[in-house]
């Protein structure tokens, strides 16, 4: 969905929309959406600058970070986001705005892609690192078996980090 500009002219700038997990599937090569995500917010023209603000709210999934199973991570999150068009962005009165306000965004000055600001948004929302539990043993690297359900019968010359820098000295 996209937010032509022209179009908020004696409007309120309200949006909403509810987009289905195909709509926006693959979020990203980590994170795909398991349930609708729902947005509502609002468009506000001043001036040379366009501030949208809203909610977004859906279920994502990730895969551990260890043993790959994969993980629901519920995502309810506000934005504020503002956006300078790129010819504003050229000149320097907008240069020296930006580098106070490093959260500006530039845009073609015409439209706002609500997609966009949903993908990222869930993104920002889900963690970098996500355990299925905090101690997770994760999966054996010989055998690709889970070591949460019973260790297998590999012999694994895993070496502590620690110590492998000392091996590197002999
Ligand atoms: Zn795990
Ligand atoms: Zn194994």
Not at 23 to 29: I, Y
Not at 77 to 88: A, G, H, K, P
Not at 107 to 127: M, N, R, S, T, W
């Amino acid at each position: 969905m996209r937010i032509e500009l022209e179009n908020l002219e004696g409007s309120k700038g309200d949006f909403a929309h509810v987009y289905q997990p195909d709509d926006l599937n693959p979020v990203d090569e980590r994170v795909s959406l398991i349930a609708p995500a729902a947005v509502d917010g609002k468009v506000r023209l001043s001036r040379n600058q366009v501030f949208v603000n809203g909610h977004v709210e859906t279920r994502a999934q990730v895969e551990c970070d260890r043993c790959l199973k994969p993980i629901e991570v519920p995502v309810n999150t506000d934005f504020t986001l503002e956006y300078i068009s790129n010819s504003d962005y050229q000149s320097s009165e907008a240069a020296e705005l930006t580098e106070e306000e490093l959260s500006v965004s530039v845009f073609d000055g015409e439209a706002i892609d609500v997609d966009e600001i949903v993908k990222e948004q869930i993104l920002l929302a889900v963690p970098t690192r996500v355990l299925c539990r905090e101690d997770c043993k994760g999966i054996c690297p010989e055998c690709g078996a889970d070591k949460n359900t019973g260790e297998c019968n590999c012999v694994t010359n895993e070496i502590d980090p620690r110590w492998a820098a000392l091996k590197d000295l002999t």
